[in-house]
């Protein structure tokens, strides 16, 4: 898979409030984006960990992204199983060159999308990441946590700064995922959206290696010989 990143311009943010369907949902506005969708490039080396797309939302740009610095947030996302994670993919937007660190998090969620409190896996520490426009990347995961399949996906750049944050896509081609995203860092944390225009879904993907169950006929035969 070819994979490299392109750069665009931004706008400035600014916030308001609303009430929504689930909670408080707060509404903050998104930022335009012109141009088409970047293309994932892999961080770091190697061959790319084994695992199937479970869920996929980097196809369909919106032409919006968010800022969203120094904070830490969430989105929904509803994979079509669960399983061993060995992969994920992230996008993001920073105007100014400079690198920046972004952390990511998986929280466990249920279909309608409880408040993240169990954290499954990371934090997952992704260093000296470009800035200078928009930028997709492939992250392998070696060791991964089992995931539901319904899970938060956190994220978190680590710099502070104005016209930093993910892209927003919609819709995802693999799972689906809610019109909003849990923000931890804001006062009060909790559900966020962009007034429905665009959705609030960011720019990820989730690669899963699905867990074989035992089979009862064998586990039946394995006890019979312990028994024997």
Request: a negative charge; glycine letters at 12%; aromatic letters at 14%.
């Amino acid at each position: 898979m070819t994979r490299r990143a392109w750069m665009i311009c931004a706008a400035m943010l600014s916030t308001a409030s609303a009430a929504g369907a689930v909670g408080t949902v707060t509404k903050v506005d998104a930022i335009r984006l012109p141009g088409p969708a970047p293309v994932l490039q892999q961080y770091g080396l190697g061959d790319l960990a084994g695992g199937t797309l479970f869920y996929d939302n980097t196809v369909n740009p919106t032409g919006f992204f968010t800022s969203r610095s120094n904070q830490e947030f969430a989105d929904d996302l509803h994979m079509i199983a669960g399983g061993v994670l060995t992969g994920f993919d992230f996008g993001y937007q920073k105007n100014l060159a400079g690198n920046i660190d972004i952390v990511f998090k998986f929280w466990d969620n249920n279909s309608i999308d409880d408040p993240p409190v169990t954290l499954l896996g990371g934090p997952y520490t992704i260093t000296g990441l470009p800035g200078g426009g928009a930028f997709a990347f492939h992250v392998d995961v070696t060791g991964g946590p089992v995931l539901n399949p319904d899970v938060w996906m956190g994220m978190q750049i680590q710099q502070a700064g104005t016209n930093r944050g993910p892209l927003i896509y919609d819709p995802p081609v693999t799972g689906t995922s809610d019109d909003y995203y849990w923000n931890f860092s804001a006062v009060p944390p909790g559900y966020y959206f962009f007034g429905g225009n665009p959705v609030a879904n960011f720019f990820m993907a989730v690669e899963i290696l699905p867990v074989t169950p035992v089979e009862p006929t064998t586990w039946g035969a394995i006890k019979q010989v312990f028994a024997d």
